[in-house]
């Protein structure tokens, strides 16, 4: 199985901050790599897929880099909305995986 | 509007089953791949499987694919997961989930509002 190592686990930032969530596949994973939102007590929301595709409707602030197995999701300006965790997600092989996640603190 | 509600949680005792299901509405469900997602309390998401829109492929994690059986019926818009031999391991969160599936990408772009299964005496 590919192992999706997340850092940090916490993050605390402030508004108007740029923010970056790193994540790291055990393996190549070929950019086969999603971002999610999860606010507490919702379900998650895909941000990003494919490394650096923004899903419809997901503000501009939010990108994504990466290749092989190091990928980073990046907030350009912190938003009082943007608290919550933050998933990544590894769709090259079977199984898939998520990552462990990151959550974000808003100061 | 797509809209995807989960039902069937609950209590369970150790060693039981349960089978939750997946109404789905707002799209046409039979084009789709779909999946589940758990997540225990105060953990991280976990991907237990997914199923395509004929119910010819079926995929699992593999520590779940002796205990856990996906399943679909098109006709009733209605995905399932039959879970057996459930453990206090298993207490979670189960989300079911719209799968976009090509060639290119593999995403989940609607998710269900999740329910609770809580394994215990």
């Known amino acids: 199985d590919i192992q999706m190592t997340q850092s940090p686990s916490l993050l605390s930032a402030s508004v108007g901050d740029r923010v970056t969530i790193n994540c790291k596949a055990s393996q190549n994973i070929n950019k086969y790599l999603n971002w999610y939102q999860q606010k507490l007590g919702e379900a998650p929301k895909l941000l990003i897929y494919n490394t650096n595709n923004l899903q419809t409707g997901i503000p501009s602030r939010f990108s994504g880099s990466g290749s092989g197995t190091d990928y980073t999701l990046t907030i350009s300006s912190l938003q009082p909305e943007d608290f919550g965790t933050y998933f990544c997600f590894q769709h090259n092989s079977w199984p898939l995986t998520f990552g462990s996640g990151t959550k974000l603190e808003i100061k | ?121």
Do not use: H
Request: glycine fraction near 10%; include cysteine.
């Open chain 2, 1 to 121: 509007e797509v809209k995807l509600v989960e039902s069937g949680g609950g209590l369970v005792q150790p060693g039981r089953s349960l089978k939750l299901s997946c109404a789905a509405s707002g799209f046409n469900f039979n084009d789709y791949w779909m999946g589940w997602v758990r997540q225990a309390p105060g953990k991280g998401l976990e991907w237990i499987g997914e199923i395509n829109k004929d119910s010819s492929t079926i995929n699992y994690t593999p520590s779940l694919k002796d205990k856990f059986t996906i399943s679909r019926d098109n006709a009733q818009n209605t995905l399932y997961l039959q879970m057996s031999k459930l453990g206090s391991e298993d207490t979670a969160i189960y989300y079911c989930a719209r799968c976009v599936y090509t060639t290119d990408y593999y995403l989940f772009d609607y998710w269900g509002q999740g329910v609770m299964v809580t394994v215990s005496s």
